[in-house]
């Protein structure tokens, strides 16, 4: 079978999404709520953040970024709030629950960013970001 970008782009995706797929603790929380959760709080609290935020940061539709986020407020770890200069926004708040979690979510996320990247050089990882970035706007 001829080698193809579509291909082995698909594979490693599904390969990340299945990793992502153990990270839970204690049925609490999924790998996208992880990585949703990592987002909201890196963004640290000087920095609002909603569900458009979202939406872009991980290619989301609005419709699975809603899905997500109402998981996320169902099991406790985020909560909405109007911001005061525009009824319509809502802004999405790390709740206390979600905090346990910071440490644990930042663990999990660096060790699979260097299970993906061992053994590739500093070099060879240039070219690929500025491959797949040039692939993300070709599809944008």
């Known amino acids: 079978m001829k080698e193809t970008v579509g291909r082995s782009v698909g594979m490693l995706s599904n390969l990340i999404r299945r990793h ?3 990270f839970s603790f204690h049925g609490t929380l999924s790998g996208a709520q992880g990585k949703t959760l990592h987002f ?3 963004r640290g609290q000087e920095c609002d953040v909603f569900q458009k935020d979202i939406e872009e940061e991980y290619s989301l539709r609005p419709p699975t970024a809603t899905k997500l986020l109402k998981d996320m407020e169902k099991n406790g770890l985020i909560y909405r709030e109007a911001v005061p200069y525009d009824a319509r926004l809502k802004r999405i708040v790390a709740t206390e629950k979600a ?4 440490e ?3 663990q999990s ?3 699979t960013e260097d299970r993906l990247t061992s053994g590739i050089s500093s070099q060879d990882l240039a070219v690929f970001f500025r491959v797949i970035n040039q692939m993300i706007r070709n599809m944008s």
């Open 109 to 111: 996320l660096e060790e």
């Open 40 to 42: 909201i709080l890196a």
């Open 20 to 22: 992502f797929s153990t």
């Open 104 to 106: 644990l979510i930042h």
């Open 99 to 102: 905090m346990q979690y910071q």
